[in-house]
Structure formats: C-alpha cells, structure tokens
C-alpha cells in the first residue's frame, strides 16, 4: 500500500470512492439535504478547489489502485476520511489518518464525525467533545485527538 498526495487524476476515483461508502454507511440516516450536501463536498471539482487551499488530501493506492482518501484541513481538522468499501477494516484509515497526521500543525487534531463512523474514530484514539450536532443536514459527532498519544498504541490496546 502506498499513500501519497492526491492528483487531478485522481479526482473522479476519489469521489467515487466517498460518494459510495457515503451511500453505503451514513446516508440512510440522513436527509435529501444531507445527501445533496455531501455529494457536492465530494464532487471532483469541491476536491479540486480544496487541493488549491490548505489542505493536504491523500489517497490510498494498492496495485495501482485507488482504495482511501483522508483530507486534513488547514493541518487541524480531518474533513473527509473514506475507504472504498472491498478495503474497509484492513488497516486503510489507520494507515491514511497515520500519515496525514505528519502534517498536523496544532497539538489536538479535530472530526466532526458522521455517527456511523465514531466506532472507528474511537479505534484510533479520538474522543468525542460536544454534542451531536447538525450542518447543512450532515449529522456529526465533534471528536478531537491529542497528539501526543500514539494512534499505535491507541489502536492495539482496543484491539486486545
């Protein structure tokens, strides 16, 4: 598995790769408004405009193909982490968020997490902060990870 910066070519796969998992594990919970928005947030050209800002956007690729992308914001907040369905719970986010992470510019990395997937945030050592809450019909759970706590030993401790 090699991880490595997002390309414009790259732009199609990678919305397809959230639009699908987002379809499979959240979007029944939501709203059409929900829905909508998401599905703009993860359109090539959102991706494209975004890859122009501070963010860093990673993918995932395992023989030459595609399988995760993790964004962080601004080096403080992860705004999208998806792995393609087929490669989900073989150590894809894991791997994605642990890269990502090297470009962390604050002590305490944020998500504001769909409910379906604080299960795995746990797993990697966020917590949750706040009450749920609401944002262009997505539904979130605000969760925050220090930094000075391995995702490593976070991981394998709950895997015991």
Same mark, same amino acid.
């Not at 642990?98 to 002590?107: G, I, N, Q, T």
């Given at each position: 598995m090699v991880i490595r910066k997002i390309t414009e070519n790259d732009l199609d796969i990678v919305s397809s790769i959230c639009i699908e998992s987002f379809t499979? =594990? +959240?979007a029944t919970s939501l709203s059409e408004r929900g829905i909508f928005a998401f $599905? %703009?947030?993860s359109s090539p050209d959102s991706f494209l405009s !975004? @890859? $122009? *800002? *501070?963010n860093?956007?990673?993918v995932s690729e395992d023989q030459d193909n595609l399988n995760g992308i993790i964004e962080l914001k601004e080096g !403080?907040? +992860?705004a @999208?982490?998806?792995v393609d369905t087929q490669h989900q719970n073989k150590g894809v986010g894991k791997r994605l968020l =642990? %890269?990502?992470? +090297? &470009?962390? !510019? +604050? =002590?305490v990395v944020t998500v504001s997490a769909s409910l379906s997937s604080v299960p795995a945030y746990i797993r990697y050592g966020f917590e949750c902060k706040g009450n749920v809450a609401e944002s262009s019909g997505l539904? &979130?759970?605000? @969760?925050e990870l220090e930094l000075n706590k391995s995702i490593q030993q976070t991981t394998d401790a709950s895997a015991d």
């Open positions: 499979n =594990s +959240v $599905k %703009e947030l !975004r @890859m $122009k *800002d *501070d860093v956007i990673l !403080r907040h +992860v @999208m982490l998806f =642990s %890269e990502a992470l +090297v &470009y962390a !510019r +604050v =002590s539904i &979130y759970q605000p @969760m």
